[in-house]
Structure formats: C-alpha cells, structure tokens
C-alpha cells in the first residue's frame, strides 16, 4: 500500500521543542510547511519560529494528542516521551519514527539487548537490575565498567565509572549502584579506545534508506566538544559503519533519522555505543557540507518525500558552545566571525549556565582539519 506524501502547505509536529527542535522547524519552513511543537517550557527555543508551541510534559497524553490533531505528520527531536503519549499520537496521525523504535531506543537496557540479539556488534555488556547483579557482573566485565542508567541519561548524566580510576571494590561498586538512583542500568565493559564516530541514517515512509559519511567525534567531561566531516577513516571502515546504520535503521522499522554512535578500538574493531532516532549534535555540520542537511531530511523522511543527497560537498566542521563561554561576560561574536569559514548557531536559551548547550560554531574548509581549526580559533576568539 503507498503511503502518502505531505506536500508543501501541510503541517509538521514535533515532540520537543528544544534546539534540533528549533532547526527542524527552520528547514520545514524553507520548503513551505506549517510547524507546531509540544514541549515543557512554553519559551522553548523552537518557540520562537514556530506557528504554535502547545505547552506540555513529555509524558501529557492530552497535550501530545493536541499537537497530532492538528498536524499531517509528527516526528520528535528527544526521545523521552512518554509511551502513552507516542501511542495516543500514533493514533490519531502519522508519528514517524513510530512508537516501537521509540520504545525499544529510550530504553539502554531494551537498546543494547536489541542490537546484541539482532547480531550487532556490541562491546561486553550485561544489563543490571539489582547491586547483587552489578557485584556479580563488574569482575566478569573486567573490573573496568561504565554504568549507564537505562532511562533518561545523556551528556554523561546517568553514568558511573567502576575500575578506571582505581582499583573496582564492593564499597565503589555499591557507590556506583547508588549514584545512578539504583535503577535498571548497562554495565559495559571499557573498550581500548582509539576514537569514535557516527553515522545518520534515513529512512522514509517508502522505505528509500540513505546514510551520511561518518562523523569524527571528540568529547570532554562526557560531552560532545567537536566533531568533523569527513571522518578520516579507511574507505573500508567507512563502507561498513554506512552499511551498519543502514541497516539498523531499517531493521527497526525506523521513518525519520537515526544516529548510530560507534566505537573504534585501537585493534580496528568496530562497536555500535548508542542510538538516537532524531537529528544529532554530530552532524550539525551538515547544514554547512552536504547536498543535505540532517535538519531538511528529516522533514523529507517526516512527510515522505523523495530523501536528500547526502554526499558531501565540503569537509566541515562544528563546536559546541556551552554555557560556561558565558560565565566570565558576554562573548565577542564579531572577534569568532570575523575567522574565514564560520558561522555562528545561536539557539535562543536565555540563561547560560555550565554544561548548557546554548550554540554552536560551524565552519568549511578545503580539509576537516582546516575547518576544525578554524571554528576551535573562532571560539578561542569569544
């Protein structure tokens, strides 16, 4: 049975109306299409560009159900909602990615198992409910975890460390237990790392799949600093971690985009980290590289339309502004523009504080190197 297509003049919901929110809404526009959001904070950032924001908990099934009767098509841009809203959403419109992908990939717990039984590469894991079963697990991980609550974490929030700054104990287990609220959580065994990347996949209601090249990610304190396209791996590695995301993307029946974060070992090997089935820090930088940007395919793949080229027409790069960069005064924006190549992504959220996501700086260069270093000088310019 075809599916329809939501040409222009037809109206986009979107769960969640934070910044990829905001940039959804922005390339829904520029192709003609109404936008509404739902979301908990009535001047959220998406709020401002929007034809209506309808205010609501991410759990509101009547404020969920507010935004689907009045939309063509619902997409997200956070994970978290609530079951019962993505059900009573469903109901009454198209919700794409769908509410099982959702279900399965809000969960880290439902997330991990699902890759692993569907043949996946994952790194060692076991899922956790209970201390006794972290106890039992860290040594068999060996003794070097990372605990990750199943619901709700992201940034870092929701994790621990077990064994990589010291020696792992009963006493530094149970701490760890405790610190993520003693709730249903991953312990996954510490990778010998080398570096780590990320591919997007689309897929639309016709079932058309398409991936971007890899990403290069670099994290501090837990938190995407910068990323760079193109990644800069083997055109060997490359094929694969495509193939893979194409083909978790279908295998959950996803209708929108997914970002599949991988681990590159020192050894070469390659492991799937995590999923989010929505536009990704890490590919900002799409706005400025490629045929496509993540932002336009997934209002394509939202309204079933034909997706995007996602070739890349120029190595780019991004860096994330938080809110410490506001902390000492109010940064000099002409000084980080004034570096050939950048751009400045404000996301319109009115109280810096640290750690919070408040822009990010985009740049071109004839290499990722050079665009990386031109957007790293531009916010040492700030």
Known sequence: ????????????????????????????????????????????????????????????????????????????????????????????APLRPGVEPIRIIQDKT??????????????????????AELQEAVPTLDNRVFLKIGRGGYDGRGQARIGLDAAATEESIAAAWKSIGEKPAVAE???????????????????????????????????????????????????????????????????????????????????????APRPHNSYHQSERGCATSQFEQVVRAALNLPLGETSLISPCAIVNLLGDVWLNGAPNFPAALAVPGVRLHLYEKHAPRAGRKMGHLSSIGATAKEALERVLEAKRRL
């Open 1 to 92: 049975m075809s599916v329809k297509v939501i040409e222009p003049g037809g109206t986009l919901g979107i769960l969640g109306g934070g910044q990829l929110g905001r940039m959804m809404a922005m390339a829904a526009r520029t192709m003609d299409y109404r936008v509404r959001v739902m979301d908990p904070e009535p001047n959220c950032p998406a709020s401002f560009v929007v034809d209506e924001a309808i205010v609501g908990k991410w759990d509101d099934v009547a404020a969920a159900e507010r935004l689907a009767s009045g939309s063509d098509a619902v997409t997200l841009e956070i994970e978290q909602i609530g079951v019962d809203a993505l059900a009573r959403v469903a109901a009454v």
């Open 110 to 131: 439902l997330q991990k198992t699902w890759l692993a039984e569907h043949n996946f590469p994952v790194g060692p894991f076991r899922v956790i409910r209970t201390e």
């Open 189 to 275: 065994q510490a990778l010998d790392l080398d570096f780590e990347i990320s591919v997007m996949a689309s897929r639309n209601p016709s079932g058309e799949v398409r991936s971007f090249p890899a990403a290069r990610n670099h994290h501090e304190n837990q938190i995407l600093a910068w990323s760079i396209l193109p990644a800069g791996i083997s055109p060997e590695l490359e094929e694969r971690a495509e193939r893979l995301a194409r083909e978790i993307v279908a295998g959950l029946g996803i209708e929108g985009l997914l970002c599949v974060e991988m681990f590159i070992t020192k050894q070469g090997e390659l492991f799937v980290n995590e999923l």
